[in-house]
């Protein structure tokens, strides 16, 4: 190999070399959204979680001290255990993919499209003074998810 390569080869290296050292400098400094669907959510804060499925009794739980008790449909002692998976679940939940609010502007009627003028469930979770409601819609066109 003669030197002419030599040099070359080095140049290009050194080309490609500051183009990855750019772009991985840039591609840090754009700013990360929470990729969580209910982000600040703490488990332990909450107090109440009312479920509302489409065609069926509403379940209300609520948290009366360090006590989960059931509401709605009867007064009852809920199961810690199973709520608080729930919230713990809820809390680690991400979505498969967003739809901005551009795309979502785009659509004519999106609230029926995607299912949340008449959603299969609602789920609200009551922290304090703080309400969060999750609209469980239609399913997605392959069927194996649903619009939150």
């Not at 080095?10 to 500051?18: C, E, G, N, R, S």
């Not at 299912?115 to 399913?139: C, H, K, M, Y």
Request: proline share 7%; hydrophobic share 45%; with cysteine.
């Amino acid at each position: 190999m003669n030197s002419k390569h030599t040099f070359t080869w080095f140049v290009l290296a050194v080309v490609l070399f500051a183009f990855i050292a750019g772009y991985r400098f840039f591609e840090r400094s754009t700013v990360v959204e929470s990729l969580e669907v209910l982000p600040d959510l703490h488990p332990l804060a909450v107090t109440g979680v009312q479920v509302n499925p489409r065609d069926a009794a509403e379940i209300c739980v609520a948290n009366t001290n360090g006590s989960w008790f059931l509401t709605q449909p009867v007064a009852y002692p809920g199961q810690a255990a199973a709520i608080e998976s729930l919230l713990t679940a809820l809390q680690k939940l991400k979505p498969a993919e967003r739809i901005s609010p551009a795309e979502v502007s785009q659509s004519r009627d999106a609230n029926t499209q995607f299912g949340f003028n008449s959603p299969w469930a609602s789920l609200v979770i009551q922290t304090g003074d703080e309400r969060r409601e999750i609209l469980v819609g239609n399913r997605t066109p392959p069927g194996d998810q649903v619009y939150v």
